[in-house]
C-alpha cells in the first residue's frame, strides 16, 4: 500500500492551524496512509518555488487553509491555488479547502468544492476546536481510504508485465527526447539549466510535458542527447551544468 501525498497549502499567519491538523492527522501517518509536506520543509539554500511546485504536481490530496490572510496571500491565492486547481480539474489530484478563520470564502473559486469541517463551518468558531479538527480528520479519513482502495485496484487490474514496462518507458524516453530538443531547438542561441528548461517548456508549444519532469530526469535526458551528439553541454560560472542544442544538426528538428 502506498501512502497518499498531501500538500499543506497555508498563509503562515495560520502556520498554528497547520500544527495542529497535522497532530490530528498524525494517526494516519503512524499507519503509513499519508505522507504530509509543507513548506517549513524545503531546507536552507533550496530552491524554494520549484520545491513547492514539485511537491504540489506529485501530491494526491491538496489541503488548502483557508483564511483571511491565505485569501489576500498573492502567493497562496494567485499562485500555489492556480496549480492545484488545474491539477484538480484535470483529476489529478483533489483540492480540499479546509476553512480555519471566517472569511467570503463562498465568492472565491473554492465554493464549488466540498469543505470542511462539514457545512464550511470555520474552525476558530467551534466552541471545543479539538471537536472541530475531529471533523476535518473524519472527513480526510474518508477521502485517504477511497483513494488507497482505487490505488490498490488499479495495481491488482493493471500490472503490465516486464515488456510492456521496458517498451512503455522507451517510449516515454524518446517521446521527451524529441520535446527537449525541440525546446532547445526554439532558443537555438541560449544555453540552460535544467531547471530553467522545466520552468519554461511550457512556454514552447509540444514540449509542456518537460514541466512535470523532475530536474534529475531531465539532466538525464540532456545526458543522453548529449552523449549521441545533439547537444552541447559545458559548466557556467557557478559550476551548473548547461546545455545548447548543437547547431550543426539544429536542421534536423525545423
Not at 126 to 146: H, I, R, S, T
Not at 153 to 161: A, C, E, V, Y
Not at 175 to 197: A, R
Request: glycine share 4%.
Amino acid at each position: 500500500m502506498n501512502p497518499i501525498r498531501i500538500f499543506f497549502s497555508y498563509a503562515h499567519e495560520d502556520e498554528a492551524f497547520r500544527i495542529e491538523l497535522e497532530k490530528h492527522l498524525s494517526f494516519l501517518k503512524r499507519s503509513k496512509k499519508i505522507i504530509g509536506w509543507h513548506d517549513r520543509r524545503i531546507s536552507g539554500g533550496s530552491n524554494w518555488e520549484q520545491e513547492i511546485n514539485e511537491n504540489i504536481d506529485q501530491a494526491q490530496v491538496i489541503l488548502m487553509l483557508i483564511s483571511p490572510d491565505f485569501i489576500n496571500s498573492d502567493y497562496c491565492y494567485e499562485t500555489e491555488a492556480i496549480r492545484a486547481f488545474e491539477r484538480h480539474n484535470r483529476k489529478e489530484a483533489l483540492v480540499i479547502p479546509v476553512i480555519v478563520r471566517p472569511c467570503l470564502w463562498t465568492e472565491t473559486p473554492f465554493k464549488s468544492l466540498q469543505a470542511l469541517p462539514t457545512d464550511g463551518i470555520p474552525v476558530s468558531t467551534f466552541k471545543n476546536l479539538d471537536e472541530a479538527w475531529l471533523n476535518v480528520a473524519q472527513g480526510l479519513l474518508k477521502v485517504v481510504d477511497q483513494l488507497i482502495e482505487k490505488n490498490i485496484g488499479i495495481q491488482l487490474n493493471d500490472i503490465p508485465n516486464s515488456q510492456e514496462i521496458v517498451a512503455s518507458e522507451k517510449s516515454k524516453n524518446k517521446d521527451h527526447e524529441e520535446q527537449l530538443l525541440k525546446f532547445l531547438f526554439e532558443y537555438k542561441i541560449y544555453w540552460f539549466t535544467p531547471v530553467k528548461i522545466k520552468s519554461m517548456a511550457d512556454k514552447v508549444a509540444g514540449t509542456e510535458n518537460l514541466t512535470s519532469l523532475e530536474v534529475d530526469s531531465i539532466i538525464e535526458y540532456c545526458e543522453s542527447l548529449s552523449k549521441k551528439g545533439l547537444v552541447n553541454s559545458m559548466l557556467n560560472a557557478r559550476g551548473t551544468k548547461i546545455f545548447k542544442i548543437n547547431e550543426g544538426n539544429a536542421n534536423l528538428y525545423r
